[in-house]
């Protein structure tokens, strides 16, 4: 069974760094993508970026230039480097993958693994 973890949420100032990890274990096929959603009360919940079996990345314009994903699969976990955090950055932040080839998606339906989410706070 596929188990996905994340962790290294916190609150921070703005202009702040925080880097999330998400780190899955049960996964046994060697074609995936992983990503990171975010959500607040009350909208929906957001795709902000994508890494590929292959290491291919994309990312959401809200974080561009701001937020790296990346993977060690070594440790079987995918990162998230938040710099220059905003207020509008807070939310709970969820990883989530699939077995996929190609493009990742992007939207939240199309992952059929998830992990419970963790808090990122980012005061002005």
């Known amino acids: 069974q596929v188990q996905l973890m994340e962790s290294g949420g916190d609150s921070v100032q703005s202009g702040g760094s925080l880097r999330l990890s998400c780190a899955a274990s049960g996964y046994t096929s060697n074609t995936y993508c992983m990503a990171w959603f975010r959500q607040v009360p009350g909208k929906e919940r957001e795709g902000i970026a994508s890494?590929?079996?292959?290491?291919?990345?994309t990312y959401a314009d809200s974080v561009k230039g701001r937020f790296t994903i990346s993977q060690d699969k070594v440790k079987n976990t995918m990162y998230l480097q938040m710099n220059s955090l905003k207020p509008e950055d807070t939310a709970t932040y969820y990883c989530a993958a699939v077995g996929w080839r190609g493009l990742c998606p992007t939207l939240p339906g199309d992952f059929g693994y998830w992990g419970q989410g963790t808090q990122v706070t980012v005061s002005s």
């Open positions: 890494i590929a079996f292959d290491g291919s990345t």
